[in-house]
Structures are given as structure tokens and as C-alpha cells.
């Protein structure tokens, strides 16, 4: 049966390279937070990257996936297109199939042919192929084996039907498949149209594209055959649903249809006005979904990196909706759309709906506080610029729309576009940068690649046989295991030896180490042989299949090829294993206390305490975290037991297994049941260390709760010894107070509260004999008032206990003289401070509080200010306070004059 919908067509894919002995992998997550040159995921080969390169081993040779693809970063960033071009989408369904050694163009092209024309069933002669001009491999298996006419098998150059990785690296042959609309599809107007011409003609479209890994490239430009070929190949799901629903937009096919159908009922507009409003219904659409799978996804609306690009989709559809008469948040509306339409396919729309809804209208509501202002602030700018006969938004004043109005620079760039401006864009990176380095902050979107030093270690182990498939890496069974050094490196240098003193990377052929990963930091510990140790302070996995001990030869000569003993510091790690299986007991009861759309952002795991950050728009109160923390302590009470086992990914997530932000997981995943039974008490992935039943934990205990970035707490806790020696300390303070307050501890809260009280009183008592002193101190000063031309001064050095004090006399000053100026002074904890007082009658005539007491304040070598009638100062040399007040005559003569 030819499949017709989007979910049809998805599963049908799939169903056919599963028959074909494929694996069918699951889509690996938009973000790439293990990759520092790449935001997203951007192609379907990303994930299988290692693969192909000869670093990573997997139990197959064939692969089959439908992978999440976000462009809208460098070549790939189609942004300014989507809405008004029929085809470009933020984020779309990239389909491929793979060959790690195993078919090559053959098999490549049979698997394509068929699953074109026997299961989506499209006419032979509406599909046009083309290669590579010097592939004649891929021209004779087309032409030849498969029998397409040879007219419609088309031979064209480097710029269309080659492929590299980068300047050097894995390069070869494309070939690629084009569905031809006919000839009133034509939009070139040339009368021999066709696809040789390249010219993005509309009748032509590119569905599927079939990359042959042939070639190795060097830094010269010469290519030799690899040794191992592949096949890496992509076609756009949204591409082949216009073919099988014959829709030429892909906007009209049912993968957006459905959101826009939704916004029009929304707004309840016709169809002549969704006609109108075509662009901004687009928008929407890609956008809605966009940052919909990029919040299942993990990622957080922020300022910089794949958190940047998320608030700017979520803020550029809020700003095109707000103009077509949305005046409520409403993309979660939007959202929940593609969750029922999408959800069976990619279970984590459906696992996180609550926490993307959440999002959404959150950011939705934040952005919302500053559009208006923000808009308007861009439309003066735009029309003094006008005015000018400018046509460039200057980069700083972009920038500072964003920085202080979050308008991001594409929003301003798709406002200023509709009044024919454009914005200088170097300009705004130029002041972001600067910005982020007078902030220390680093600038969004920059990425340094890092050293493939480790890459060109691990190569050579490989090639020498050193090692057969990397470090044999096992944390799990035991504390101690005997192995080999393979290889040593010092300051990033590849040595044979190293001496005591020697800082050192050691890389032996398997290892006990827990290597830092998933939040939780790694094992310390010693390597051993006779005569040798060297102490081990780090453990790392630079590049899959390589992990390196760093530490320190503390005695010895550590030498290439010499057998040692691996042993971890097992106290430590005992610490670690009880934290980290308090996390996901923690994580369990935040999501049952305070709501499903609570997941995980960000964790510590080490041996003295544990920290959790998660997605929580408000604080946690003491009264939630002691529930929490009972219910934890009752889990831990319970003597839970913790199964380990191994499954494949797409089985643990369809049984209920909860995957982390963050993480990159592989085909078969490591699992941490805790508790018995069908409905465990917590299912997740995990592929840290844990303890074996959840009484080992000991005590858990929180010891801090705050927020670390918007809509995102963060909590810390200790356990096990970390609580033991906590709860020892208290109490501790806890018997010294009691002595010092001479009450059994039982009594201690009660005699606290006595004397807080007795405090209270006293403090009152005194602020009143205060209150009289400055009152009997400011009655003996009325007779010092002098009269300056006409006008009452009276300036004074006073004992004070405060500037409240201050502020007393200068409020009884101008209630008793009715017309007049005084300033008082006085030395507070060695410091000068000054008040002054004017009445409303002498501020008319010019005389005013904050310019008087600034004045007075220049002589003791501060500086101050205030209201007109009232204002203060202070300053660094008390000595000079008396010579300070001296002025104020003469200072009162000068406004008056």
C-alpha cells in the first residue's frame, strides 16, 4: 500500500531498510553539546561521524535512520527564507541510510530505485539522476544495471555531485535523485530547461542524495582510495511528502497544514485572511515545531549558543504572530499539534510535553514585557535613520536593542527589511564581542576546535595493534585490574617514559577508571609495578575509544609496554556511587512534588556532595524541601534494590527509561532500575557508577537551594559520610550555644526567643534616650543660626549615632525656622557624614539641598546628593569636617547672590 502521509512515508522508510537488513537507529538529539564546532545537529551522518572515520565500532554495518536536523547556523542557515520561500524550514526530517564497509554504489542506488518507485510508487519517468562527471561507476550501475535511459541520467561537476568533509579528510562522488513537477512547474523561462542548467529552477526538485565515501584527501589536494569504502545518503522527509501528497509548498503538506489550520481557528480568521497573512502562518509553523523538539531536546531558552537560537525562533514566531492579532501567548496551542501528530515517532515530545508548553508560553510571556517598548524603540531609530537618508541600522544600536530590550538581531533584521533597511551585521557580532569581553562572557556562537593530538593517539595504537578497538574501558566489576601501558604523553607530546616528578597522561590497554562523564567526576587513584607508582588525579575520554589517566609519577620510571596495576580509591568512589543514585532519587521526587515539566539541567557528582540543577520557574520553599527530603530519606530507608542492565535505547525509552539532557547515548544503553516490579520507583539511563540498594546511602540532607538561571533552580545535598559529618558539625554548634546560653539544647529555641525579645526592648529604650539626646543637642544649637542675607543658616558638628540622627535634625530644622538652610555633620564609625536641609521658599530662589551638600562634601573629600529639599554626603577625612561646615555660610551667599 503506498504510504501518503508523513507518518506513513517516515515508517515506510524505515520498515523497507529494516527488510533490507538495516539497523534502524534512533534519531540522536538536536543539540550537540559533546561537539564544540557544532550547535546542532545538522545532517543524519553526524551521529555516525566516528564511524566512519575508523574510531568508533558498532555491531553493524548497515544503518537506517529518520534523524532531527536544525540549520540555522553558517552555510546551512536558511533563517531569512523561512516564511517567504515555499521550502525552507528551520528544522526538518532528514531520512538516510548508511554503509560502514559493507554495499557500496551498487547496492546504494538498488535500495534508492526501489524504495522510490515499489514503495512510494512514483512513475520512473518523473525521476532524473545525476553524477559525478568523472564517476562512470555510478553512470554505468544507473544506465546499465538498473536501466534508466541514459537522457535521464545526467553527468555534472565538483560544485553539484562532490562531497568533503572538510579541506582534508573522507571525500567522494555524489549522485543525486530529482523529481521532475513538468514543464508548468518551469519558473527559469529557459526553453530548454532543464537540470544541467542548475539555475534552482522550481520545476526540479532534489529528493534524495547518495554520497560515495571513495576518497582520502591531503593537504596537497591529492585523493587516494580509502581503504574502507561508505555510503552516507539523506533525503528531506519534507521534500518527499510535497512528491507523495503533490503539494509543491511544502507548507500545504499535512506536516504543517494541521498548526496553521490551528492558527487560523485561533484567531478565527478567514481564509482570504490567512491568505494574507501567508508569511506569518509559516513562520509559525516552522518555528512552533523548531522549538518544540529543541525543548524535548533539552535545550533552554539563554543568551548564547543552541539556548540563543532557541529563544530567537520562539521570539521572532511570537513577534509574527503578535502582528496578525495573536495579543495572548499561544504557541503551546501550536505545539501541542505537533506533539499528537509527531509523538509516536519521537517519544520525547510526548515525555516532555509539560515542560515545553511550560517554556514556550513562559518565554512567550518574558518577551512579551519588553516587545512593545522594544519595537518602538526600533521604529524611531529606523525613522530618524530614514530621515537621514541612512539605509543601515548601525550594528551597536542593533546590539543594544538586544541587550537591553532581548530583541534579537533577526527580528530586527525582518522589521527593518519591511521599511527597506538592512542592519550592519559585522557591526553587531563587533559590539556583541565586545561586550561579552568587557562582561568576561564568551561571544555567542564562537566555537574553537579543539587538539586531535588524542585522535592521532588513538590512530596510531590502532594502526600498531596496541590496541584492537580502543581501551578496554570497565569501571563496573572492580576497584583493581592488571593491564598495560600503551602509551604515555607529557605537555602534549607522545613520550616513551617518564620519570618521578613527570606529570603524565597514561593510556593503558583496559582499565577500572571511571572516566568524568554525565556530571558525575572521575576516579582517583594509583598505578603500580615494581618500583613504579604513579598517582592518578584525573581520568578523561577525550575521543571515543581513548581514555587517559593524568597524574603525577610520584616514584619510578613509567615506561611504554610495561605491565601495572590499576587499583581506585574505593572509599572515594563509594562516596560518588552514593550521590550519584541519590540524584536520581532526587530527581524522582522533584518531578512527584513539584510537577513533571521539572527534568534535569545540569549535575555534580562528587564524593562530598551532590548538585542538581533543574527547570523550576519558582524557589523551592523550606516547608517543600523538608517534604522532599523526607520522601527521599523514606526511598533510602526502604533498602531499594538497583538493577544494571543493558538494552537497546529505543526498548528502554518505549518502557518507560528516562534519557538526560545532555547526554549521548549509543545504540544499546545502560539502565538504572531502582526498585522492583513493572512500575519501578525511578527508570533511567544512566552510564555512571551506583550503589547496589539504596540503604547504602546512608542520610540524605539538602544544604543549599537557589536559582542559577532563569526558570532553573539549582539544590545541593550531602550524603552518606558527607551527611554524617554535616549533622556532626550541627550539632556540635548546636551543644556550644547551649553552653553559651547556659540552657539544656532542648531549651535552647525557647531562651533564644527570651532574649531576641529582651534585645528588642533594650534597642527600643535606647532609640528613645536617642531621639531625646539629639533633640536637647539640636535646642542648644538654635541660638548658633546666623543670618546670611536675610536668610537663617545654622551649620553644626553633632554627635550622632546615625544618619538617621541627622535626618531628625534637619526635619525639626525646617519645621522650627519655617525659612532657612541647615546642615549637620558628624563622624560615624571614623567616617564624615553630612546632612542638608532647604525650605521650599529658598529652593525657588535657587538654593537647593543636593547642590549645597555636594559642595560641602568636596572639602572632606567625598561627594553626595539628594532631593532639593533634603540630601546627604559623605566622605574619606573626618578632620576636615569642622572646616567643612565653616563654608556653609559663605557657600548659601554665593546661590543667594
Known amino acids: ?16 531498510f529494516d527488510e533490507m537488513k538495516h539497523e534502524v537507529v534512533a534519531s540522536s538529539p538536536l543539540s550537540q553539546y559533546d561537539n564544540p564546532t557544532l550547535l546542532f545537529t545538522n545532517a543524519g551522518m553526524n551521529q555516525f561521524v566516528d564511524v566512519f572515520l575508523g574510531k568508533e565500532q558498532r555491531p553493524y554495518r548497515r544503518a537506517a535512520t529518520s534523524q532531527k536536523v536544525m540549520r540555522v547556523q553558517g552555510k546551512h542557515n536558511d533563517l531569512e527564507n523561512v516564511g517567504p520561500s515555499p521550502r525552507h524550514h528551520t528544522f526538518f526530517e532528514m531520512l538516510g541510510n548508511f554503509s560502514f564497509g559493507d554495499y ?73 535523485i530529482h523529481y521532475d513537477w513538468g514543464p508548468d512547474a518551469c519558473t527559469c523561462g529557459e526553453p530548454e530547461c532543464g537540470l544541467l542548467l542548475d539555475n534552482g529552477c522550481d520545476r526540479w526538485l532534489e529528493i534524495w542524495n547518495l554520497v560515495f565515501m571513495q576518497f582520502n584527501q591531503d593537504e596537497d589536494g591529492i585523493r587516494t582510495p580509502l581503504p574502507k569504502t561508505g555510503v552516507d545518503t539523506g533525503m528531506g522527509l519534507e521534500r518527499l511528502t510535497c512528491i507523495m501528497q503533490q503539494q509543491m509548498v511544502t507548507y500545504h503538506t499535512d506536516l504543517f497544514a494541521p498548526a496553521m489550520d490551528k492558527v487560523q481557528a485561533l484567531l478565527g480568521h478567514s481564509d482570504e485572511e490567512r491568505l494574507a497573512q501567508e508569511t506569518a502562518y509559516r513562520v509559525i509553523a516552522d518555528h512552533g515545531r523548531a522549538a518544540t523538539f529543541l525543548i524535548a531536546d533539552g535545550v533552554r531558552p539563554g543568551n548564547s549558543g543552541a539556548g540563543y537560537v532557541l529563544r530567537m525562533i520562539i521570539r521572532r514566531a511570537a513577534r509574527f504572530g503578535r502582528e496578525i492579532g495573536f495579543t495572548q501567548p499561544f504557541l503551546a496551542e501550536v505545539a501541542k499539534v505537533f506533539i499528537n501528530q509527531m509523538g509516536q515517532a519521537y517519544p520525547e515530545l510526548v515525555n516532555r510535553q509539560e515542560l515545553a508548553l511550560h517554556t514556550l508560553t513562559q518565554e512567550e510571556n518574558r518577551f512579551a514585557r519588553t516587545l512593545a517598548s522594544a519595537l518602538s524603540q526600533l521604529e524611531e531609530v529606523a525613522a530618524d535613520l530614514q530621515a537621514q537618508g ?68 588513538l590512530a596510531d595504537l590502532l594502526a600498531d595493534g596496541r590496541l584492537e578497538r580502543g581501551v578496554e574501558y570497565d569501571p563496573y566489576s572492580g576497584a583493581e585490574m592488571e ?77 611504554v609496554g610495561q605491565m601495572v596495576q590499576l587499583g581506585v580509591d574505593d572509599g572515594r568512589r563509594a562516596d560518588i556511587r552514593r550521590n550519584h543514585t541519590a540524584t536520581h532519587i532526587l530527581h524522582k521526587e522533584l518531578r512527584a512534588r513539584l510537577g513533571t515539566h521539572v527534568t534535569q539541567a545540569g549535575s555534580l557528582v562528587a564524593p562530598d556532595r551532590l548538585r542538581f540543577d533543574f527547570t523550576h520557574d519558582a524557589a523551592v520553599d523550606k516547608a517543600a524541601l523538608a517534604q522532599i527530603e523526607q520522601a527521599i530519606n523514606q526511598a533510602i530507608l526502604a533498602n531499594l534494590p538497583v538493577h544494571i542492565s543493558f538494552m537497546g535505547q529505543k526498548e528502554a525509552i518505549e518502557n518507560g527509561a528516562m534519557a538526560l539532557f545532555g547526554e549521548k547515548y549509543g545504540d544499546v544503553v545502560r539502565t538504572i532500575r531502582i526498585g522492583d516490579g513493572r512500575r519501578p520507583y525511578s527508570f533511567e539511563l544512566c552510564g555512571g557508577l551506583h550503589v547496589n540498594e539504596t540503604a547504602e546511602i546512608g542520610l540524605f540532607h539538602f544544604v543549599s537551594e537557589g536559582a542559577v538561571a532563569a526558570g532553573v533552580r539549582r539544590v545541593e545535598a550531602v550524603t552518606g559520610r558527607g551527611a554524617a559529618a554535616f549533622v556532626a558539625e550541627r550539632l556540635d554548634a548546636l ?61 553644626a558638628q553633632v554627635e550622632a549615632a546615625d544618619v538617621d540622627s541627622l535626618r531628625q535634625m534637619a526635619d525639626w530644622f525646617r519645621d522650627k525656622a519655617r525659612s532657612g538652610t541647615a546642615v549637620f555633620g558628624a563622624v560615624i564609625n571614623g567616617k564624615p557624614l553630612i546632612v542638608a536641609a532647604v525650605t521650599d521658599d529658598l529652593i525657588k530662589r535657587g538654593l537647593k539641598a543636593g547642590d549645597l551638600v555636594r559642595e560641602v562634601a568636596k572639602i572632606v573629600g567625598g561627594g553626595g546628593g539628594g532631593r532639593a529639599n533634603l540630601a546627604q554626603a559623605g566622605g574619606r577625612d573626618a578632620g576636615k569636617l569642622p572646616e567643612a561646615l565653616a563654608a556653609v555660610p559663605g557657600l548659601v551667599a554665593q546661590k543667594l547672590a
Request: glycine fraction near 8%; proline fraction near 4%.
Open 104 to 176: 557500496f554504489k551498487s547496492g546504494a542506488s538498488r535500495f534508492a530505485f526501489d524504495f522510490l518507485t515499489q514503495v512510494c510508487q512514483i512513475p520512473e519517468d518523473k525521476l532524473w539522476y545525476t553524477v559525478h562527471t568523472d564517476d562512470d561507476d555510478a553512470y554505468t550501475i544507473w544506465v546499465d544495471e538498473i536501466g534508466i535511459p541514459p537522457e535521464r541520467a545526467l553527468r555534472m561537476g565538483d560544485e553539484t555531485n562532490f562531497w568533503m568533509m572538510g579541506d582534508v579528510g573522507p571525500c567522494g562522488p555524489t549522485s543525486e
Open 390 to 457: 541612512v539605509t543601515e541600522i548601525p550594528g551597536d544600536v542593533a546590539f543594544n536593542l538586544y541587550a537591553t530590550r532581548g530583541l534579537p538581531l533577526e527580528i530586527t533584521r525582518d522589521v527593518v527589511k519591511e521599511r527597506g533597511l538592512t542592519v550592519d551585521e559585522p557591526g553587531f557580532v563587533a559590539a556583541r564581542r565586545a561586550h561579552a569581553a568587557a562582561s568576561g562572557a564568551g561571544a555567542f556562537g564562537q566555537y574553537e576546535t579543539g587538539s586531535n593530538v588524542y585522535a592521532d593517539l
Open 735 to 795: 551543644d556550644r550555644v547551649s553552653r553559651q546560653l547556659n540552657a539544656p539544647v532542648g531549651e535552647v529555641e525557647t531562651r533564644l526567643e527570651s532574649l531576641l525579645a529582651e534585645n528588642k526592648a533594650l534597642q527600643k529604650e535606647l532609640e528613645k534616650w536617642q531621639r531625646q539626646a539629639a533633640k536637647s543637642q539640636f535646642d542648644d544649637l538654635l541660638p548658633q543660626v546666623q543670618q546670611v542675607n536675610g536668610v537663617n543658616v545654622l551649620a
Open 1 to 16: 500500500m503506498k504510504p501518503t502521509t508523513s507518518n506513513e512515508i517516515r515508517q515506510a522508510f524505515l520498515d523497507f
Open 483 to 559: 593491564s598495560e601501558i600503551v602509551g604515555l604523553m607529557q605537555d602534549g607530546a607522545v613520550v616513551k617514559t617518564a620519570v618521578s616528578g613527570d606529570k603524565i597522561e597514561v593510556v593503558t590497554a583496559a582499565t577500572p577508571f571511571y572516566a568524568a562523564a554525565g556530571g558525575e567526576v572521575s576516579d582517583t587513584g594509583v598505578i603500580r609495578a615494581a618500583g613504579l607508582e604513579i598517582r592518578v588525579d584525573d581520568v578523561r575520554q577525550p575521543t571515543a575509544g581513548l581514555v587517559i589517566h593524568v597524574g603525577q609519577v610520584a616514584s619510578g620510571e613509567a615506561k
